[in-house]
């Protein structure tokens, strides 16, 4: 610590500033951290700082005493250094600097200081309306996504042309950032055995265990990103009615593929892959949401799947009337649905792939479907729990229609002869759809005495609810018979 009164103020300060306390603080700091190098550095350089405040010129103290301060790339260290320092901004601020000197990294000749490092002044970009853009980056020009500019690396000067939004876009600031973004976003859903309902709000059935695309460009497009959205219901004999979903994204040449056979992870290129999972830089992300497996892309898809019976696309405006699919062509209008390609009938028209022994089933009505809707209708269980007006969908019912809903409810109920956990798939519809509204959902699975199986175990087939009625949750128990479950056998799942 004698270095205070000897080295550092080189006798030029004692006059302006006494030592003593500092010295004083030196030894006690040390004496208190066993002597630590680092705090001998600090007191100096407070002794050293509080001189130069004062206007007294000190020389070179830290390679004497072992302080040297660690400078970053392009930088060397400087006693008495600008305390302009040349920026990307401001590249002549040392020359019209008047405050005194710093003790500072200053950086080399030819680079100047940018977001705290020392970069080439080659590497500082281009100065537009007061701000700074980085070479090659691109930018609006203005406030309304009139003026599409971009920094030119070579001049650095920005050069603007006319643009604009496309159509379904419109221009606003997101998280900060002015740019298009899409006007709003539409939903297909297929679900159960054999329900639709597309992006223009059409529900329709169809039934077929060949693949088929579900949503995709109808015709390649300049602006707008290729995808395709395959689905495959799987539907084997067995023991148990037997259904499955198999989901295949290919976007960015990736294929991602979504299957019962492999639940709780997704197959990336043929490689089977855990969650969550991203591919290039968040061009395409997919992670685990409740139930669901999302699949999501940097242009605004989302493609959801349940591993089993529900699958989702979402898909920006600016797709409007430019998809085929299962799910429509987005136009609007939902009467021109379901259609196939060239007008041909839906569903078949967009097979992709035939699986040996694949074809379509004539969906059939239930005899009985009417007087089993009505029957429904009254009760507050079962599909009737959807439409219970003061149920556990009650705040649900005014936002998203629960109609179509409860009568997939229905017809699944006939076509899988009251299977609960058939039934319970078509309420988890409604729930997700409900919550992805951002609504709220009160408890219903124990009204439906709904239980699932656990993982890689099927209901045993048969299982009907039985009796099931109002139970309210304090009075519930759960004495009920378990979901007699059983693990199937390989080949029944794809
Ligand atoms: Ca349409």
Redesign the pocket.
Known sequence: CLWLPSQVNAHRCHSVIDPKIYLDNCVYDLCMNDGLKEMLCRALTAYADACRREGVDISEWRSLTGCTLPCSENSRYQLCGSACPATCNDRAAPSNCSSPCVETCQCNEGFVLDAGKCIPKAGCGCEFEGRLYAPGEQFWGDGTCMRRCICNPQTRQASCQVAGCRTGEQCRVEKGIQNCYPISYASCATSGYSHYR???G?RFEFQGTCQYQLAGLSKKSQELVDFRVLVQNARRGGRSVSFSKVVQVHVYGVETTVSWAYRGKIMVNGVLTNLPYQVGTGKISMYQRGWDAVIQTDFGLTVTSDWHSRATVTVPSTYA?ALGGMC??????????P?GKDGAGAGRSWRVAEPLGCGEVDVGACPELEALANRQRGINTECGIILEKTGPFRECHSKIDPEGFFLDCVSDYCASKGQLAVLGQVVTGYASACQAAGLTVYPWRYHVFWSECPLGRVPEPGYRTGQAGRHEATSWSPMHDPMPCFIPDEEEYL
Not at 329 to 337: I, V
């Open positions: 597309s992006f223009d059409q009337g429509g062509n987005f136009n609007g209008d939902r009467s021109d649905e259609a």
